[in-house]
């Protein structure tokens, strides 16, 4: 949701909707329904699944797309048609590993923070079954805020 007037002027300027559309990706559809998300009616946001499960009722500015197959080929698709044709994604492992294993990730944006842990199960960037080829990053910038950075690299496989 864009709550500053000037950036949703700048975007309505831009012939883009004053709020980004918000897609999820759920199997189950086991949300977190009393989020403020779903709560901000006027947040466009469209939920993927191969659920055969009906959704519970949802508001009118959700909409459940349900797919035979919930991959991303499928998904990427389907936004394309409805006009989207850039996306932020902010997966898991699953669904970063997915998106890199169909080509469909430019950049990346990675932030180092200084917290090691030591457990064997911690999750990665990446998950599954691996990629089917390495991706190469090519440092495009990187900023510092405190002791955090913030990388951003252009993907190429």
């Not at 064997?120 to 990629?131: D, F, K």
Request: glycine share 8%; with cysteine; proline share 8%.
């Amino acid at each position: 949701l864009v709550r500053s007037a000037e950036r949703r002027a700048r975007r309505a300027a831009a012939g883009l909707a004053a709020d980004p559309c918000a897609v999820l990706v759920s199997r189950d559809l086991d949300l977190p329904w009393e989020a403020g998300l779903f709560a901000a009616a006027e947040q466009p946001i469209l939920i993927y699944t191969n659920s055969e499960s009906p959704a519970r009722a949802t508001p009118a500015h959700v909409e459940v797309v349900a797919l035979e197959r919930l991959e991303p080929p499928e998904m990427l698709a389907d936004l394309r048609r409805r006009g989207i044709g850039v996306l932020l994604c902010e997966g898991g492992p699953t669904l970063n590993a997915w998106l890199l294993a169909a080509g469909a990730v430019d950049e990346l944006f990675l932030t180092l923070a200084p917290l090691l842990t030591g457990h064997a199960h911690e999750p990665t960037i990446v998950g599954g079954p691996g990629l089917p080829a390495p991706t190469h990053g090519s440092l495009q910038w990187i900023l510092r805020h405190g002791d955090e950075l913030f990388l951003r690299y252009r993907l190429s496989s």
